[in-house]
């Protein structure tokens, strides 16, 4: 079993930058792929940016790309969302996700392909 708790989130001018964290409980952590979603009131949750077991291999959705980073420190059991450039539309209740069955060098990039889940954390970009 694995528990992910997000954290770095907040309210955050337009321009601005913020890094999300999501720190994962258990030794197998390190074997997953990770992906962050998001999701805005009214809205569908959404692929924001994954990356594979190793961190050899990070996708990026194109509302995002050139952007946010992701990256990951599995010593620390801890994947990480930099996130530059911030704008409006990017705010949402943000949450990292991982994927205990897929192949580890693959990100998926659909919601239901991950098991574990976050409590979510709160980004507010104000123009």
């Known amino acids: 079993q694995v528990q992910l708790v997000e954290s770095g989130g907040g309210l955050v001018q337009a321009g601005g930058s913020a890094r999300l964290s999501c720190a994962a409980s258990?030794?197998?952590?390190?074997?997953?792929?990770v992906g962050w979603f998001r999701q805005a009131p009214g809205k569908e949750r959404e692929f924001v940016a994954g990356i594979n077991w190793s961190g050899g291999t990070t996708y990026y959705a194109d509302s995002v790309k050139g952007r946010f980073t992701i990256s990951r420190d599995n010593a620390k059991n801890t994947v990480y969302l930099q996130m530059n450039g911030l704008k409006p539309e990017d705010t949402a209740v943000y949450y990292c996700?991982?994927?205990?069955?897929?192949?580890?060098?693959?990100?998926?990039?659909?919601?239901?392909?991950?098991?574990?889940w976050g409590q979510g954390t709160q980004v507010t970009v104000s123009s």
């Open positions: 258990g030794r197998t952590f390190s074997n997953y792929p």
């Open positions: 996700a991982a994927d205990r069955t897929g192949f580890r060098g693959v990100v998926a990039i659909t919601p239901g392909a991950y098991e574990y």
